[in-house]
């Protein structure tokens, strides 16, 4: 599947991978500030944006999309900087092109099968509006309100609903959400040793404590930081401190493979 993507700058090239319901956009505040010493790859991973709609969603798919894309670029040297899903999709390319990456950001998600998710609610009251084809914005903005979903969640949802029309594939990633909370382990045998650097807004309960072990057995030389304060949208809420944080750990060359 031929993704669409925004390029721009040049130098070592950084992939960006957005979470579930999201597109390109993103990530945006950390792209315009990287884009200034690296090549910057925005990506609409499948069912998103303006790239194509499958009826398909998991990670092999999503992964393998996101390959072709940095095969058809000739990227090398890569730096995969993922949040919440696209940071599963980062995980898992590590398997699928490691001679091309370098170095892993995950943003606030672990490399687990999740039971339970926040996100829920928010399928709830969008497949509401759309099984009662319910296009108004105001409407739709109060239903969500109504279901319980933050103002700021409710404004970044919309930001995808374009001419009465989600720009995400609302039924597919419905129907398949246990996709999207699944993993594959990988295996102890063969761990991933990338320099990888997960980073976890301290309010948020996708990257908690119990997962640690988890983590380090799949991937060796992971790095965990905490910003307190912050929740599941921590590059969102803390965008300088996941800034700081970023330029130093991609500056550091005892962080490299």
């Not at 303006?50 to 998991?58: K, R």
């Not at 170095?103 to 039971?115: E, H, L």
């Not at 001419?163 to 959400?177: E, G, R, S, T």
């Not at 997960?198 to 799949?218: C, E, H, M, P, W």
Request: charged letters at 15%; hydrophobic letters at 40%; proline letters at 4%.
């Amino acid at each position: 599947m031929k993704l669409n993507y925004k390029l721009q700058g040049k130098g070592q090239p950084i992939v960006f991978l957005h979470g579930v319901f999201g597109s390109l956009d993103n990530l945006n505040m950390l792209a315009k500030d990287l884009v200034s010493d690296y090549q910057t790859i925005q990506v609409d991973l499948r069912n998103h944006g303006l790239s194509p709609w499958s009826n398909q969603i998991n990670y092999t798919s999503m992964a393998q999309d996101v390959a072709e894309l940095c095969h058809e670029l000739q990227l090398k040297d890569i730096i995969l900087i993922g949040h919440s899903m696209g940071g599963k999709v980062a995980m898992q390319l590590s398997q699928v092109i490691p001679q091309i990456i370098q170095k892993i950001v995950v943003i606030d998600i672990a490399p687990v099968k999740y039971s339970t998710s926040p996100n829920a609610i928010i399928l709830r009251a969008l497949m509401y509006c759309l099984n009662n084809q319910i296009t108004d914005r105001k409407q739709i903005m109060s239903i969500m309100q109504e279901a319980g979903l933050s103002e700021a969640t409710c404004l970044f949802l919309l930001k995808s609903y374009k001419k009465q029309h989600w720009l995400f594939n609302l039924q597919v990633i419905n129907d398949q959400y246990a996709n999207i909370c699944d993993w594959q382990t990988i295996p102890s045998s063969s761990p991933c040793l990338k320099p990888i650097l997960f980073i976890r807004g301290g309010n948020s309960v996708y990257l908690a404590d119990k997962y640690q072990n988890t983590i380090y057995a799949q991937f060796p030389n992971a790095k965990i930081v905490t910003i307190e304060g912050a929740g599941h949208n921590v590059h969102a809420e803390k965008t300088q401190q996941v800034l700081q944080l970023l330029h130093d750990w991609l500056n550091c060359s005892s962080c490299s493979v």
